[in-house]
């Protein structure tokens, strides 16, 4: 654990990262065609950006910053976070990306650091997924629409949690042809991603087809499938992650069969069984840990967890459904109780930190 002269550091970016997320969401319902105030200019078209940078980035530039210990590791999140704020102004210019950009490099100087230090071959995963964030920022900064940098942004996700996926992994004490099959899978993937930047149809395709070989390896190999009959903590965890390799398995079909639409609600399918199924799902199965950890603050687990992992599972198939059969409230409905899901299961961690804060009990 980092000492505590980091924790204002953690505490304004973690800060940063759930205005982004509030934002996010909003703007995401915007989108959906709810009739709701819009207070902020540009609000809408800053969706993606706000949840994928703003507060994604932001957190896992946190949990990385606290996991390296070291004072200059603490401006990546803090980067990132300020660079979403300037886009929730709505601000005309370039400053905010230009901030989220830079917040993106020092990610990737922080994890390529961390590879330095203990080169093993999941911490290259981990700083492959940084530098895919990176990728896309600067294309976007360059003046790439979204829709064509948004699988780099993909890349960053499943990269990350893959890699850090299969350093756990290593208890289970794996053979050398299951990493070969792992390597494989992501050689797909960052190919596709490449492919991108000269045919973003045949890229998607491409990338469709290795995030549904990293799918099924994380369900094949992943140490939640020995996990997934366990009680307590450690049995909700692997829920959580088995459920999400399952959406990470559903985005790269669709984008296999769907891949290089730039909007619509097939696109809408592809990226929110991606960013809503697997992403969210990874950050309810790690939140009781990460949180605690990163604040050094306790949270008891409780069973009550699972409310809002089934409200954000059935919601999104809810979603899905409404996208792939032209069903708009479907659609609709489904896409505001994802946000009524998060923002729940966010409220009860924080409602958790807080009670133990005040009461001196611990994990």
Known sequence: MTTNRFHWAR??????????????LWAGLLRMGWAWPSLVPRLVISHGPLMVAGFFGTLIGVERAAALGRRWAYPAPLLSGLGSL???TGLPG????????AGSAWLAAVTLFMFYRHRLFHAAVIGLGAISWLVGNLAWL?????????????????????????????????????????TIASGLLLAGLAWTLWSYAAGA???????????????????????LRRGGLTGYIAVCLYTAFIWLGVSGLLSMRYGGLVAGPYYDAILHSLFVGFVFGMVFGHAPI??????????????AYYLPLFLLNISLILR????????YLARQWGGLLNAVAILLFLGMIASGILRNRFTGQTI
């Open 86 to 88: 300037l886009l929730l």
């Open 142 to 182: 360059f003046g790439a629409p979204i829709y064509s940098v948004v699988y780099w942004w993909a890349g960053f996700f499943i990269f990350t949690i893959a890699g850090e996926r299969l350093e756990l992994s290593r208890v289970i004490r794996l053979k050398r042809y299951h990493q070969t099959l792992f």
């Open 320 to 327: 899905l459904l409404g996208d792939l059969n032209g069903m």
């Open 11 to 24: 505490f304004l970016a973690l800060l940063l990262a759930i205005l982004a997320l509030v934002a996010a």
């Open 290 to 303: 990460i949180f605690p950890a990163v604040l050094n603050l306790p949270v008891r687990y409780s069973r």
């Open 94 to 101: 370039l400053t905010g990306i230009l901030l989220l950009t």
């Open 205 to 227: 395709r491409l990338s469709g087809v290795g995030m549904f070989a990293l799918a099924a390896w994380l369900m094949a190999y992943d140490l939640a499938r020995h996990n």
